[in-house]
DNA sequence: TATTGTTATACTCTATAACTATA
DNA sequence: TATAGTTATAGAGTATAACAATA
């Protein structure tokens, strides 16, 4: 008997313990890309978002803007991304990405499924089906209690 | 169609929205106790595992020796729980939980799996245990990586 | 030599407030 | 007044190295 038994009886425990392990893997299959899972999120959804603004990309990214600052500018330093002025809107830019941006979105993002795939070998697709209407569940709850 | 649609293809990205709404709930609910999730987690192994040493609580909660310290003093500081000298093994502390440290894990644990339940309830138990599974599926990866 | 608890340190992620320039 | 991007800052979590006392 593990001494932690108790609390695997809660799921925000044993989805920290998956999250964490899955995390850890993330970052190995991209550090060879030179990206974090921040940099990498954001760059996959520029690449096929094009002219996404900042405000959004830290909507869809569920993250402050601010702390969207720094990875765009690392992302925009290793010419994979450029911030470009919108004509409409002199205080918006849309970040749009370079050609070695979106060849490395999508080479990184299919190291990350192929491994995926490999960690996750063992599951059913019903259960990581299962999984992923667990995850929807929580974040409708989620906003369901942002709206109380 | 949401900006991140290509991340939701990813179960560390899906897992990753998934524990940060989970947890930020938890911490709400363990605010009122005066415990975030780490004094908690390490308060309901000690009351359920009186006597346990720190590095075998650390391996219980997969985190390092060093980052126990700060937490089990606060919890000390409480007089939730004690740090007790071993007879056999002078470098070693045993960990034992106060009458109050006890019930009050008693009572926090109740109130997250309360809240889980609520959080939960739309989710069926089928699709619960297969998250369960996919949870241990992703734990068990990380032990034979490690052993690669 | 190895292990237990500890200290110090550094890095990432996250959250907030305030600023600027526009709208 | 409000919004887009930015800066600065502080907190929590995590990882590593090194130390004293003990095994």
Redesign the interface.
Request: no cysteine; proline share 0%; glycine share 2%.
């Given at each position: 008997m593990?001494?932690?038994?108790?609390?695997r009886?809660?799921?925000?425990?044993?989805?920290?313990?998956?999250?964490?392990?899955?995390?850890?893997?993330?970052q190995r299959v991209l550090a060879p890309f030179g990206l974090r899972?921040i940099p990498f999120?954001a760059l996959?959804?520029i690449a096929?978002?094009p002219g996404?603004g900042q405000g959004?990309?830290a909507?869809?990214?569920?993250m402050e803007r601010s702390n969207l600052v720094a990875p765009l500018d690392a992302l925009a330093r290793r010419d994979l991304i450029r911030r470009e002025p919108v004509p409409d809107d002199r205080r918006a830019l849309a970040l749009m990405p370079t050609p070695a941006g979106t060849a490395l979105a999508d080479t990184a993002?299919e190291a990350?499924?192929a491994h995926?795939a490999r960690?996750?070998a063992?599951?059913s697709p019903?259960?990581?089906a299962?999984?992923?209407?667990?995850?929807a569940?929580?974040?409708?709850?989620?906003t369901r209690?942002a709206a109380e």
């Open positions: 593990q001494a932690d038994a108790v609390l009886d809660l799921a925000g425990y044993r989805l920290k313990r998956a999250f964490a392990v899955i995390q850890a893997d993330l899972m999120s996959l959804v096929r978002n996404i959004q990309l909507a869809a990214l569920a993002f990350v499924r995926e960690l996750l063992d599951v019903e259960d990581l299962a999984m992923a209407r667990v995850s569940a929580i974040e409708a709850a989620e209690e």
